[in-house]
């Protein structure tokens, strides 16, 4: 883990919104990072009247619910993000590289693109302001955020984008007799007038390769890649084996191999306990959450100390160890315990898929220990002094 790795930030209380309209997106994007509570100790947190207890408790528990980490992996991805984002400043008849984040699920893609999003939100308004006109009647939106649905059509996937900016056409039953051209064009107007450098869609593994539907909007999005003035950022499961990232593709897919030609396709791993190198960097990724934790019986060495154990729970999938932590976290809290062991973590359930392989990869990681010692004991071992015959032999 690089030395920024372990920064968390958190969000402040509020509405939940959309992150797929522009309100939804501009909360997210500029609401302050929530602050982290005080930690007091046990003799400072028993001296706390009922009501004080209550409301720190509930600062605690939002707090532990928001934790983000920016890992090594993360920052590696939103380093390359940016590259991406500063070589596509080219004139209009440029054609854009387009990013693609592939990965399994809960190693936290969304997560990825989402907060890459936001820094890029606020380093635009920065740059360039809230507004663009000295009425300050156009909003700067230098993101469009949007979520595929199960099934995706180019009319869908325009208005969808409408949606994002509040356009007119997406109320009432105006859009039902704009044609699919009209529309196109009225989501690139939105774009070109609110500066939007950025579109974000996830989930794009809903897009079947195998329908008519799929392949028209692939197609749409190489169109839109060449129309607007933004860089396209996609995320989703398994977009290789889905046929959304490749070459080769015939008949009526040979479009996919121009399309997907253009992306830069990243991903993200899910931690490993193979090496020396990879057990030092899931230890330093436990001992970060460690310094997030506000637990007034918290101790240094309280997470790494579990490391194999936290492992074999979670199969090293970053999504897993945190549901599993925050709700320890939120335990620890409810009963007074204010610290997390493994009695109290062992009577927590998390995804079925960690459950699942649970027994197996903890008696692996048994017998892989087990040979660990053997191999340390042998090398460590003094070297037997031969017999006094066999030296006299000699």
């Not at 930030?9 to 522009?22: C, D, F, I, P, V």
């Not at 070589?87 to 989402?114: E, I």
Request: hydrophobic share 40%; charged share 30%; with cysteine.
């Amino acid at each position: 883990m690089t030395a920024t790795a372990g920064v968390f930030e958190g969000a402040t209380m509020g509405r939940q919104r959309s992150l797929s309209t522009y309100e939804g997106w501009k909360d997210f994007a500029e609401r302050p990072p929530r602050s982290r509570p005080e930690h007091l100790i046990r003799v400072q947190l028993d001296a706390l009247d009922p009501e004080r207890r209550a409301r720190y408790d509930a600062d605690r528990r939002a707090w532990h619910a928001n934790i983000l980490l920016r890992t090594r992996q993360v920052h590696g991805v939103h380093t390359q993000l940016a590259d991406i984002l500063d070589s596509n400043l080219q004139d209009s008849d440029r054609v854009k590289s387009a990013a693609a984040l592939d990965a399994p699920p809960a190693l936290g893609k969304s997560t990825v693109v989402n907060t890459f999003g936001r820094d890029f939100h606020r380093q635009r308004v920065a740059e360039i302001g809230e507004h663009l006109d000295a009425d300050q009647d156009i909003l700067h939106l230098p993101v469009c955020h949007i979520t595929v649905p199960g099934r995706l059509t180019i009319k869908g996937l325009h208005m969808m984008i409408l949606g994002f900016y509040a356009h007119p056409a997406t109320a009432g039953i105006l859009h039902r007799s704009m044609a699919g051209r009209d529309l196109a064009r009225a989501a690139a107007d939105c774009i070109e007038r609110h500066d939007t450098r950025l579109v974000i869609i996830d989930d794009l593994h809903f897009l079947s390769m195998r329908t008519r539907d799929g392949v028209e909007v692939a197609n749409q999005l190489k169109w839109l890649s060449n129309e607007y003035s933004a860089t396209f950022l996609f995320a989703g499961v398994a977009l290789r084996e889905r046929g959304l990232v490749g070459e080769g593709a015939v008949g009526r897919e040979a479009a996919m191999a121009q399309t997907f030609r253009r992306w830069t396709v990243f991903s993200l791993d899910p931690y490993s306990l193979r090496t020396k190198h990879t057990r030092e960097e899931w230890c330093s990724l436990l001992w970060h959450i460690e310094q997030a934790l506000v637990l007034a019986d918290a101790r240094d060495g309280m997470l790494v100390d579990m490391s194999r154990y936290l492992f074999a729970r979670t199969t090293g999938n970053i999504g897993s160890l945190m549901d599993l932590i925050r709700r320890g976290a939120s335990r620890a809290i409810r009963t007074g315990q204010e610290a997390i062991d493994r009695t109290l973590l062992d009577d927590i359930r998390i995804d079925e898929g960690a459950e699942t392989e649970r027994g197996e990869l903890e008696a692996r990681l048994d017998k892989q220990e087990a040979a660990r010692r053997e191999r340390r004991r042998a090398k460590e071992a003094p070297k037997q002094q031969p017999h006094a015959e066999e030296k006299s032999a000699a």
